[in-house]
């Protein structure tokens, strides 16, 4: 299985502030045969279910304001709220899908206004 | 509009099964795939598994195999996961979510769950 872990565990960022989130898998999910990473972020505000911010690493969602990039490569990767806003208190998950047998998501990384 | 409307809260003993299901709408139900993903209380998110709406082909995680079916049913657009032999550690909020599907030469990747079922809950107690 791949194994996905997250850091920090939460963290807290004033408004305006930047946020940064890093996750790292076990095993490369870059694809060679056509240059993609199979990682998506998703973001889950309480009692809600999750929503899809990113895919394919740093593919940004429909609708997901453009304060959200992801980044990385292989291993490695980042998703950056380059403006932290109120509305953007959640916890964020990555996820690997690399592996379609066990697509296993990180354990999350909470993120609060300071 | 595009949604998954899931069934409603279940309370079982354990030991039993329980069949949670997701009716889609507004969308072509079969060119994409329904994912299963739980969430015990307070915890994080654990993937369960996906079907593929268009052929009925399934990957579930190792550690529910033999305990976990889903299913399609695409004359109402309605996908079921169901889980046997309940234990107290799966009580938890069950969601289902449309995946979409990306296809490279034979192989079909599940990718990006983009909508979301509001969630089941399932309590498992004696």
């Known amino acids: 299985d791949i194994v996905m872990t997250q850091s920090p565990d939460s963290l807290a960022v004033s408004l305006g502030e930047r946020a940064t989130i890093n996750c790292k898998s076990s095993?490369?999910?870059?694809?060679?045969?056509?240059?993609?990473?199979?990682l998506a972020w998703y973001q889950q505000k309480p009692g809600q279910p999750p929503k899809l911010l990113i895919y394919?690493?740093?593919t940004r969602e429909s609708g997901v304001p453009d304060r959200f990039s992801g980044s990385g490569s292989g291993t490695d990767f980042t998703l950056t709220i380059s403006s932290l806003q109120a509305e953007d208190v959640a916890v964020y998950y990555c996820?690997?899908?690399?592996?379609?047998?066990?697509?296993?998501f990180g354990p999350g990384t909470k993120v609060d206004i300071k | 509009q595009v949604q998954l409307v899931q069934s409603g809260a279940e309370v079982k003993k354990p030991g039993a099964s329980v069949k949670v299901s997701c009716k889609a709408s507004?969308?072509?139900?079969?060119?994409?795939?329904i994912s299963w993903v739980r969430q015990a209380p307070g915890q994080g998110l654990e993937w369960m598994g996906w079907?593929?709406?268009?052929?009925?082909?399934?990957n579930y995680a190792q550690k529910l195999q033999g305990r976990v079916t889903m299913t399609t049913d695409t004359s109402t657009s309605t996908a079921y996961m169901e889980l046997r032999s309940l234990r107290s550690d799966d009580t938890a909020v069950y969601y289902c979510?449309?995946?979409?599907?990306?296809?490279?030469?034979?192989?079909?990747?599940?990718?990006?769950?983009?909508?979301w079922g509001q969630g089941t809950t399932v309590t498992v107690s004696s």
């Open positions: 394919w690493a740093s």
């Open positions: 079907i593929s709406a268009y052929n009925g082909n399934t």
């Open positions: 996820q690997q899908y690399y592996s379609t047998l066990e697509a296993t």
């Open positions: 979510a449309r995946v979409r599907l990306y296809l490279m030469t034979t192989v079909t990747t599940p990718y990006g769950m983009d909508v």
């Open positions: 507004g969308y072509t139900f079969t060119s994409y795939g």
């Open positions: 095993q490369s999910v870059l694809y060679s045969s056509n240059n993609k990473n199979y």
